[in-house]
């Protein structure tokens, strides 16, 4: 493994780990109530996916802007886990058009997102994280239904969450700060606040069936 590589692999093989924990919880708590299950094995999955196709990228990495089957894995799971993020919370919290509406969205801009990550191979590094950002934001189209649906401790968790990975798409975007390149750089920031609202969604969801 590339040396530079060390931090962003064993901190998203950590998140993988912990968000198969996370799923077997989700499941737990939520046993025999068959349609919470199947919305927490999508979500769990999701996010299992993005960090365990992340370490592995990060582990075979050997060198910046490489184009890999991994590479292409790891950014079109990142699609895959805000749509995932996505599904339990409108499930629980919307009902009717607003529901289906908000769950059918995210899932098929990730058919685009895979799309586009497989045969726009040298797009500007810039576009990831506004498709990321816009894609992340789209609760802000229900917003109403779900201030009133929600319990205000899980609505402001929700917003968190997306506070957290917004300001992780503007350090990657931005490249900045950069405090120890290839030790601690912006990269590693990057990651850090992806597990920090992936940790805080999780907690979201977890209040949200027990």
């Given at each position: ?48 996916t993005l960090f365990s196709f992340s370490a592995v ?70 576009l990831s994280p506004i498709l990321y950002l816009g ?62 609202g992936a940790l805080v969604h999780f907690v979201v ?6």
């Amino acid at each position: 493994m590339n040396k530079t590589e060390r931090f962003s692999h064993y901190s998203h093989l950590g998140g993988a780990v912990a968000a198969v924990a996370g799923l077997l919880v989700l499941l737990a708590v939520t046993w025999g109530r068959w349609d919470y299950m199947a919305v927490m094995l999508v979500y769990g999955l999701a996010v299992t996916t993005l960090f365990s196709f992340s370490a592995v990228y990060h582990a075979l990495k050997k060198r910046e802007n490489e184009i890999t089957v991994w590479r292409k894995l790891d950014h079109i799971a990142i699609f895959i886990m805000i749509a995932g993020s996505y599904t339990p919370l409108v499930y629980i919290y919307l009902e009717g058009a607003w529901r289906w509406g908000m769950i059918i969205a995210p899932w098929a801009i990730v058919l685009l997102g895979v799309f586009y990550k497989l045969f726009w191979l040298r797009a500007p590094r810039v576009l990831s994280p506004i498709l990321y950002l816009g894609m992340g934001w789209l609760a802000l189209i229900p917003l109403k239904e779900l201030w009133i649906s929600m319990p205000p401790l899980a609505f402001w968790g929700v917003v968190a969450g997306g506070v957290a990975y917004s300001i992780g798409a503007v350090i990657y975007a931005l490249k900045r700060p950069n405090p120890v390149p290839g030790v601690f750089g912006f990269h590693e920031i990057f990651h850090v606040w992806i597990l920090i609202g992936a940790l805080v969604h999780f907690v979201v969801v977890f209040a949200a069936v027990v």
